[in-house]
C-alpha cells in the first residue's frame, strides 16, 4: 500500500515533475555510492539520505503505473531465484572451515 501522503504527492506534483524526480534522486545516490567506493569517502549520511529519497520516490513510482502488486510479486520471485543461485553457489565454492 501506498503511503498516503506520497500519493497525495504524486497528485499534487504530477506524473511528470515526480518521475523526473525518480532519476534526480537516483543518480543522487549513485553519485554518493561511487564517492564512497571509488574515493573511499565516508560518506554514510549522504548514502542513507539518499537511499531513504530514491525509496520514497519508488513508491510513487510503482503508485503512478499501478505496479505496486506487480513489482512485490516480481520481487519475491528474484529473491527465490537468488536463494536458489546462493545454494549453488555455496555447493561449488565450499567455506573456509568446511576445507
Ligand atoms: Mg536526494
Known amino acids: 500500500m501506498t503511503n498516503?501522503?506520497?500519493?497525495?504527492?504524486?497528485?499534487?506534483w504530477g506524473e511528470q515533475a515526480q518521475m523526473l524526480m525518480v532519476v534526480e534522486e537516483m543518480s543522487e545516490l549513485m553519485k554518493e555510492i561511487l564517492k564512497n567506493i571509488n574515493r573511499k569517502?565516508?560518506?554514510?549520511?549522504?548514502?542513507?539520505?539518499?537511499?531513504?529519497?530514491?525509496?520514497?520516490?519508488?513508491e510513487q513510482l510503482k503508485e503512478n503505473y499501478q505496479i505496486v502488486?506487480?513489482?512485490?510479486?516480481?520481487?519475491?520471485?528474484?529473491?527465490?531465484?537468488i536463494e536458489s543461485r546462493l545454494n549453488e553457489w555455496d555447493k561449488t565454492h565450499p567455506k573456509a572451515e568446511e576445507k
Open 69 to 81: 502488486e506487480k513489482v512485490a510479486a516480481y520481487k519475491a520471485d528474484k529473491i527465490k531465484m
Open 4 to 12: 498516503p501522503i506520497l500519493k497525495r504527492a504524486l497528485a499534487t
Open 41 to 58: 569517502k565516508d560518506n554514510i549520511a549522504e548514502i542513507i539520505e539518499e537511499t531513504a529519497d530514491v525509496e520514497i520516490m519508488l
